[in-house]
């Protein structure tokens, strides 16, 4: 083989946002491009001679490509041996168990997420750590600073592998071992839940159906769903991934994943819904005509948990990114575990959970996961989800209300609009800015303004600290409004409001989130100025 040195020139846009560097597939094709990034990240990595990395994505366009790159910059740069999902794929949940389960010294995952595929779609690609979780900032920061001043690349001239067959191949002196991760994160679950009783539970009447929307979660869904837990062939939808989604959006929410929600809000729906997103740790939990929000969902879980035979010994605690509801801090409060506000970005939950401060973790932007793995885990929440009805045997709508009635109900949801000129966002938050020393006081309705800051975080493990990761409004009732642009779009800008109010009265838990929040959804316009700032009258994304 020759390693061959390429001389190259930076590009001034590979940024890693809230999840890695993600941009449409067109940007990644252009010469050089996925080469420079990724020898940025072996230059920041800074791997010993022989080391082992994991590699795989979520199926998306480009992905077989892109591995066959890496593999060769990989041999180059002298790592001794990469563990390649087949067929390229890896979900990011189970990824993550590769890295931790074989040791690895860290792994590369190719996705954009829930971002459309296909050759006019995204791409995307992240490095994770030894622990199986996203680099901290301090790592993407460097990656990108090495971005910024590449002039050359390595890689070797070796041949494709045949990434379909499972085995060790050798590229250029390193070992590839092309494995089955199904099987791998399958044992995982199984060690964790209650699959007997889940099985019984499926067996006798009880109706699901996971959407895994053309996506990464297709595969591991069978093997856990059919295969070990004995559900009927129809409890799955476009399980068969493709590699541009079907043309859909793989964002498992209320306005993309519509094929679910048609069936879960019609006539003789099943009992359980969810649905996984394109990498696989995102999940929607949908009952029979009902939607439970991932902040709730969160709490649920928590309040449960000891149900689970993973997690019967207890939590140790619980952590939630700031823009999620608080629906999870009063099943803390109860437990008498401590719970943890972080920024937006699964990867600033990995150092507490490393740290042993935290169990279960969760994010409204619908991912929930535990310190079984360092990355969200979609198929994981929805077992555990089927564990506790499968022992408590109510419906997803009884058991909302019941935790309601116990713990109160955090009234929630998010408005996203995407596509927004960059320059019309970042004035919205401007304005919303320069209002802090004026809003504290300030009567809307029923409301009155408390406080409101631009929120920033302290990591209580490392003493890292992040700043501007979303403005804050807190009403003197406990409710608020928070703004916060996006940090994972490919288009424009995506200004995202979260609202949410605390509401004690059993009577109102039925109500509709919107009509429960119509008024405070009126003030977070009124206070950001947005029709006119943006030009947009209603938001593109509701959840
Ligand atoms: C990523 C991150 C999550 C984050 C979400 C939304 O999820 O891993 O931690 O909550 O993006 O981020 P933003 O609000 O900045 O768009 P995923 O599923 O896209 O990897």
């Known amino acids: 083989m020759t390693i061959q040195t390429i001389s190259t020139q930076p590009f001034t846009d590979q940024k890693p946002g809230t999840s890695g560097l993600r941009k449409r597939v067109t940007v990644f094709q252009q010469p050089h491009y996925l080469e420079n990034f990724v020898q940025s990240i072996f230059d920041t990595i800074d791997a010993p001679p022989g080391a082992t990395l994991a ?14 790159i890496i593999l060769k910059m990989a041999a180059a740069n002298g790592f001794g041996r990469v563990l390649v999902g087949q067929g390229g794929i890896l979900s990011t949940p189970a990824a993550s168990c590769v890295i931790r389960k074989y040791r690895t010294f860290g792994g590369i995952i190719l996705s ?28 993407t920061d460097a990656i990108f600073a090495n971005s910024k001043k590449i002039s050359e690349y390595k890689i070797t001239d070796s041949i494709d592998i045949p990434l379909d067959i499972l ?12 494995i089955d991760a199904v099987g791998d994160y399958a044992e995982l679950m199984a060690s964790l839940f209650d699959f007997a009783a889940i099985r019984l539970l499926l067996n006798s009447g009880f109706r699901m159906k996971f959407d895994a929307m053309h996506a990464v979660t297709g595969p591991y869904a069978r093997e856990i769903f059919i295969n070990r837990l004995g559900a009927p062939a129809d409890s799955l939808m476009n399980a068969v991934p493709l590699e541009d989604f079907g043309r859909g959006h793989p964002d498992p929410n209320l306005t993309y994943a519509h094929e679910l929600v048609e069936i879960l809000y019609g006539d003789n729906a099943p009992d359980f819904g969810a649905a996984s997103d394109g990498d696989g740790d995102r999940n929607m939990i949908l009952g029979d005509h009902f939607f439970v929000t991932p902040s709730d969902s969160l709490a649920v879980l928590a309040a449960n948990a000891r149900l689970a035979p993973g997690y019967a010994q207890g939590i140790a605690g619980i952590a939630r990114s700031m823009p999620t509801s608080a629906a999870a801090d009063r099943v803390a409060e109860e437990l008498g575990i401590p719970c943890f506000e972080t920024p937006t970005g ?23 996961g535990s310190d079984h793995v360092r990355e969200k885990d979609g198929l994981w929440a929805v077992l555990f ?30 408005h996203d609009y995407e596509g927004l000129p960059t320059e019309a966002a970042n004035g919205v938050m401007q304005y919303l800015r320069a209002n802090f020393n004026t809003l504290p006081g300030a009567r809307f309705g029923r409301y009155t303004v408390d406080t409101c800051d631009d929120f920033s975080y302290t990591d209580p493990v490392d003493g890292s600290v992040s700043t501007a990761q979303g403005i804050r409004i807190m009403f003197k009732d406990g409710s608020r409004i928070v703004f916060r642009l996006s940090g994972t779009g490919t288009e424009g800008a995506t200004l995202r409001i979260y609202l ?34 943006t030009g947009r009258d209603k938001p593109t994304v509701i959840t």
């Open 385 to 414: 989800w089927l564990n506790i009805l499968a022992i408590k045997r109510q419906s997803v709508e009884a058991l909302l209300m019941r935790h309601w009635a116990r713990f109160g109900r955090n009234v929630y949801s998010r």
């Open 112 to 139: 954009a997420s829930h971002n459309p595929g296909g050759p006019d779609g995204d791409f995307g690609i992240k490095y994770n750590t030894a622990n199986g979780g996203p680099a901290p900032e301090k790592i």
């Open 55 to 68: 590699l795989g994505g979520d199926g998306r366009y480009y992905n077989r490509k892109a591995i066959q």
């Open 167 to 178: 085995g060790t191949f050798e590229l250029s002196g390193m070992q590839v071992e092309v």
């Open 346 to 368: 699964w990867k600033f939950f990995g150092n507490l959970m490393d740290a042993g401060k935290v169990t279960l973790c969760g994010e409204e932007s619908f991912g929930t």
């Open 500 to 533: 949410e109010a605390y509401e004690p009265d059993t009577s109102r838990h039925h109500l509709d989130a919107q009509v429960a929040l119509a008024e405070m959804i009126e003030i977070a316009l009124e206070l950001s100025e947005l029709k006119i700032r």
